[in-house]
């Protein structure tokens, strides 16, 4: 996956002329389109614990496990599609979410609420090692602890060579993969597997286990309802603290800000409804088998959520265990590539530029991020090592995130909200926690008799600690901005959070304030809608009522899981596929064209009789319209005019001169702005020496071009831009003594079209 990465990321920079700033690096360039944007949701948002926990919990409580799983950490995604559109409005130019409370509210509250970013990025990936340690070592026999360590590797690679461009690429891969073993592991469960028998012998076996085994809190005990208490706890507190890991997760925000301004809304609520179908699909499918099979764990293995892989290599042997550790390990590391993004971010934006040093370049920003994207991988081994070796399990570190981070979900929210008070919005954040904590420990105390790692991990503590978090940090930032509202001018933040790379700046003016808006309207009633039909309507009925499947009741509920997974797979595999059509065909015409390009190119000596060569340069005088020939006061550049004019110009061809100033790309990225004086200066010394180029007669018509930047790019720009057919260039520019100079060489080697090459 790593070497896959980067070969795409050196395409997209080599070929398509992508350009690798920081603002790249950090933000995609905040353009990146629905589908990309979905698949990435839906990577990051498959956790250990998705593939893991939703399969525990369907051999703890049946069918309604995976549906609690799916719905109550689904609509979080959907809800989080409005506050993306929301950002796109009002702070277009952030890149972290507590750089906007720094804008908006200043240094304190700027502390507080990256303290809860940082902690949220921790928890996070804790569960991710914890859990695709567990899996990797109980599957391979690797020592758990070295296990832990292994995992980040590959990430750091490709994450600290492409950012998050390379996390999204990561990510898309990741998420193809998923939904393909998805499928795989439906069809060999529910059609050919001959121990399972089929969805009817799945519902026969699962019948005869609710009569050796019931369910206790089920309705009659069955694995086939959906009146489970069981499952409605965990479903509450899979709601409250998955709303902590969406809208506090740095990750999230940092998909929100490099989704197009289009693409925001679309790419939440499509990803937030295809990760659906992953934990629904394959927690009925691989929970409900081990249910089905018998199979045998104990609690401590449960709790490492070891019930999916178990399954998975007993129902379908050692492919089983290779498909299950296979898209644990990517998923793992997909998703954790997407935190040590968020959590560089963090450090270079929140902790370097705001308080270390606010005039930094985007060339100290990149090494800054780099050096955060390597500590914090190596960290992640060394925290999981610490959790395994104080008994800490995925399943009690996902219950559990709730009650830590869900205080800050609402103040969060509503740092877009004009009316918002300051005050209220930190003590809201700061109050939930202590209240969070205090109602989870003493609820322990009380019911069990003392504080510990076992009492603190029942489901009844850790309801009331998530609920009073979530709940209390909501009531006392609400509360408090209606009794004191302020009145902020959001207008501001555009002005307030600067942006690294100014050629970004333009993008938020071409944006279009009426689509966000339209966006909006739409999309808090489809996302209030979604979330009423899955938490409320869908599950109440079927709750109060205590009905047990039929047969054909469950044959439906089969049939909807795996409807939903293939088409999701459908929209999630080609949709990013069709939205890169254009760059897909330029690269696969660049590959098909680089024999014929360099075919074309014929190094002509002065007064030497021009080359014959198949598919050259004689065949192009027929259709040669426009010429580009670069210029840089060398002789070999004005030879090259020459040839271009005497040549080509009886053809009637158009020659397009052009001057690059040479500037350094990433000192042109990592400011501002570029001083005016200076740049109309260099300007007016690059027109003067084009004017002062004396083209021959033979010539029909003749532009000059001056540019600023990487002469290399620029000239492969500007050959684009005017649709030229054919580039004329010198062999090496004034200060060159090599055969073939470094621009010459990039152009031949970047360029779609022929080049001639003139000495």
Known sequence: MALAVILLVRVETKWLGTKKTFEWFSTAGRSVKVGLIASSVVSAWTWAATLL?????A???????????????????????ILATELKRKAPSSHTFPEIVYARFGKASHKVFLFFALMTNTIVTAMLVLGGAAALS???GVNISLAAFLIPVGVIIYTFSGGLRATFLAEYMNTVFLFIVVLIFVTAVYFLNPAIGGI?????????AAALRPVEGNATGSYLTLASTGA???GVINITGNFGTVFVDQAFWQRAIAAGPRSAFKGFLVGGLAWFAIPFTLATTLGLAAVAVNVQLSPEEISMGLVAPTAASHVLGELGAILILTILFTAVTAAGSAELVAVSSLVTYDVYRTYLNPSASGRELMRISRYSIVAFGIGMGMLALALLQAGVSLQYVYLAMGVLIGSAVVPLTLIL??????VAATAGALSGLVCGVSVWFGSAYLLYGEISMQTTAHNIPLLAGNISSIFVG???ALIGSTIRPGNFDLSLMKQKILIVDGKIKGLFERENEEYLKKSLKIGYKAAIALTIVMVVAWPTPLYLSGYVFSETVYAVWVGIAVAWAATAAVVIIFLPLVEAKVGITKALQIIGKKSNAMAAIDIIAEGQPLKQTQGGIDELHHYTKKILVPIDGSRTSLRALGYAANIYGVNEAKIYLVYVIEWSEEENDSSESIDDELTSKMQKDGRSLLNSIIVPNSAKECVRIVKLGDPATKIIEVAEKVEANMIVMGTNGINSAIEMGTVTRKVVEGSSIPVVLVK
Do not use: C, D, H
């Not at 009817?200 to 005869?208: I, P, Q, V, Y």
């Not at 909200?417 to 300051?422: E, H, S, V």
């Open 232 to 234: 409605l706890i965990f």
């Open 59 to 81: 051999y703890q409580f049946g069918v309604s496990g995976p549906f609690w799983y799916a719905a109550g950490a689904s609509i979080q995604v959907v809800l989080f599609a």
């Open 417 to 422: 909200w004009k009316k918002t008070n300051r």
């Open 200 to 208: 009817s012998g799945m519902f026969e076996k699962l019948s005869a």
């Open 53 to 57: 926990q939703s399969s525990t919990v």
């Open 138 to 140: 109980s599957l391979t």
């Open 474 to 476: 909501a009531a006392v």
